[in-house]
């Protein structure tokens, strides 16, 4: 999985990492129990501070997507994530956030469509 990070976005970069990291595990990119680069390698390839990537990770445990294993390093959590107590309020949001951009409901379904199948199907 290649990480693109755009540090000019006003979008703090470990919440970056967190959402690229997300979208990897549900694309099939990222597997579970696989493992995952170390906060150093991850901070030196994209070139930020190691807190950073620290922190992206930290929230992604707390969310239940990895785990930390003190031999294997950071792994991918095993699916499903229970992170339903979050997700209809972002739905619910993101779902606002498309409506307004595009209002018409039928290229709306379209193109959630086109997204959901981009995801792995045998997870559900």
């Known amino acids: ?14 919440l970056q990492l967190r959402k690229q990291i997300i979208i990897g595990i549900a694309k099939g990119e990222l597997n579970p129990n696989e493992q995952l680069p170390t906060v150093r390698q991850i901070a030196d390839e994209i070139g930020v501070n190691t807190m950073t990537v620290s922190k992206g990770y930290q929230q992604l445990r707390e ?8 031999r294997k390093g950071t792994i991918v959590a095993s699916l499903p994530v229970d992170s339903r107590k979050t997700s209809d309020k972002n ?18 379904q379209e193109k959630i469509q086109v997204i959901l199948s981009s995801f792995r199907k045998d997870k559900l």
């Open 1 to 14: 999985m290649i990480l693109e990070i755009d540090p000019h976005s006003d979008e703090p970069i470990y």
């Open 91 to 108: 739905l619910t949001l993101l779902l606002a956030e498309l409506y307004l951009a595009e209002p018409d409901e039928t290229k709306l």
């Open 63 to 70: 969310e239940g997507y990895l785990l930390t294993d003190r």
